[in-house]
């Protein structure tokens, strides 16, 4: 891993000039288009679905804005409609979101040196897609940016909450997004986000073994449990994997093959 | 017009806060031994990896019980990563993946 830089060097903003930044920034907006897309069609999913279940606009704009947890939001719907209480609703949504804690862990190092004010409004804003979108594109700088980590977040934040409101006000006219494949692209852009993290065998193996325990605990106990289990067990087992001189040279250059450059 | 759930709202973000938070604002989470800082790293490939494939071979049944699914899905997640190790860019693999679904069910196939 190009270990991020020492705490003082990484705060600011990357020289508007540097190349690098700038084909790391341009890919960032490519891939954020994709992942932009599946957000916009769940949002516009979840807005019918927050007015079919008697929400308002403020409540349904509320959830999205202030919560800003997709799945939870959808669950919450459910569960509010089989009248369950809200402290079921509360305890199920910090269930759901508990995988955060890995995305919030595996960032951490790359914020050395930012203000606690910036990583307590990032946190706000972390979701699966702005890590998968954040992660291979301070991998490919080599350090923290803080506008690479607002554009990516911002792919997902601003088409949430806007897409909400329309899917609110005028869900009950689109077509099903089913029939154009926009299913599949959340599925899709975490895998292939996380070829861009697979430089080296370790890393390989830890794909690897977070899908298998993964889907087994997600097969046994919940997907909200197998994802987390997948997430924590691959890469602890993934450390006993022995590193060769080719995977730290392959590490060493990962600027240069990642997704998230030209 | 009802804001009664504008509450609710507050709550589950108060849940959800500190999962996303403690890590990022926790003193020396950014100071961490070698191990650790190599078993963060390995993080990113294996949860995005096991989001991946419990959302698209994992099937939830109305009675709460879970089975193995395999579909067009995996089918479309894996061109898409076929595609992007080849292209290097995610755009085209959802492109890819999408028509890929698409057109298969509009032909009726899946």
Redesign the interface.
């Known amino acids: 891993?190009p270990?991020?830089v020492p705490?003082g060097q990484d705060a600011g903003p990357l020289p508007e000039a540097g190349p690098d930044a700038a084909g790391v920034r341009r890919?960032l907006m490519?891939?954020g288009?994709?992942?932009s897309?599946?957000v916009i069609a769940f949002a516009l999913i979840y807005g019918l679905a927050a007015r079919q279940a008697g929400?308002?606009?403020?409540?349904g704009l509320?959830?999205s804005a202030?919560?800003?947890?997709g799945a939870?939001?959808f669950s919450?719907l459910g569960l509010?409609g089989q009248g369950v209480p809200?402290l079921g609703?509360?305890?199920l949504?910090?269930i759901l979101?508990?995988?955060?804690?890995?995305?919030?862990?595996?960032?951490?190092?790359w914020?050395?040196?930012t203000s606690?004010r910036e990583?307590?409004v990032?946190?706000?804003i972390?979701t699966?897609e702005a890590?998968?979108l954040a992660?291979p594109a301070f991998r490919a700088l080599g350090r923290h940016d803080s506008r690479t980590y607002l554009i990516a977040a911002g792919f997902t934040f601003v088409p949430w909450v806007s897409a909400t409101m329309l899917g609110m006000l005028f869900g009950e006219l689109m077509p099903d997004p089913?029939?154009?494949?926009?299913?599949?692209?959340?599925?899709?852009?975490?895998?292939?986000?996380?070829?861009?993290?697979?430089v080296d065998r370790?890393?390989?193996v830890?794909?690897?073994?977070?899908?298998v325990?993964?889907?087994g605990v997600?097969?046994?106990v919940?997907?909200s449990v197998?994802?987390?289990?997948?997430?924590?067990a691959?890469?602890?087992l993934?450390?006993r994997v022995p590193r060769s001189a080719a995977d730290a040279v392959a590490e060493e250059s990962v600027s240069d093959?990642?997704?998230g450059?030209p | 017009?009802?804001?009664?759930?504008?509450a609710?709202?507050?709550?589950?973000?108060?849940?959800?806060?500190p999962?996303?938070?403690?890590?990022?604002?926790?003193p020396g989470?950014?100071?961490?031994p070698p191990?650790v800082?190599?078993?963060?790293?390995?993080?990113?490939?294996?949860?995005?990896?096991?989001?991946?494939?419990?959302?698209?071979?994992?099937l939830?049944d109305p009675d709460g019980h879970?089975?193995?699914h395999l579909g067009l899905?995996l089918l479309?997640?894996l061109v898409?990563?076929a595609?992007?190790?080849w292209r290097?860019?995610?755009?085209p693999?959802?492109?890819a993946?999408?028509?890929?679904?698409?057109?298969s069910?509009?032909l009726g196939v899946a």
């Open positions: 891993m270990a991020p705490d890919r490519s891939d288009v994709g992942i897309v599946s929400l308002s606009l403020v409540e509320a959830m202030i919560a800003f947890a939870a939001q919450a509010l809200w609703i509360i305890v949504t910090g979101n508990a995988r955060h804690l890995l995305y919030s862990a595996s960032l951490a190092p914020f050395a040196g606690r990583r307590a990032s946190a706000y972390l699966d890590y998968a992660m089913t029939t154009l494949g926009l299913d599949v692209i959340f599925p899709a852009a975490m895998a292939g986000l996380a070829v861009a993290l697979v370790r890393a390989a830890a794909a690897v073994l977070g899908v325990i993964g889907v997600a097969l046994a919940g997907p197998g994802i987390v289990a997948g997430g924590l691959g890469p602890a993934a450390l093959h990642a997704v450059l | 017009m009802s804001v009664e759930l504008v609710l709202a507050v709550l589950m973000a108060a849940v959800t806060y999962s996303r938070a403690v890590p990022l604002l926790l989470f950014d100071r961490l191990i800082d190599e078993y963060l790293r390995l993080i990113g490939p294996g949860i995005l990896a096991s989001l991946a494939a419990v959302d698209v071979l994992v939830g879970y089975r193995f899905e479309a997640v898409c990563v595609v992007v190790a290097r860019s995610l755009l693999g959802l492109i993946a999408a028509a890929l679904v698409a057109i069910r509009w």
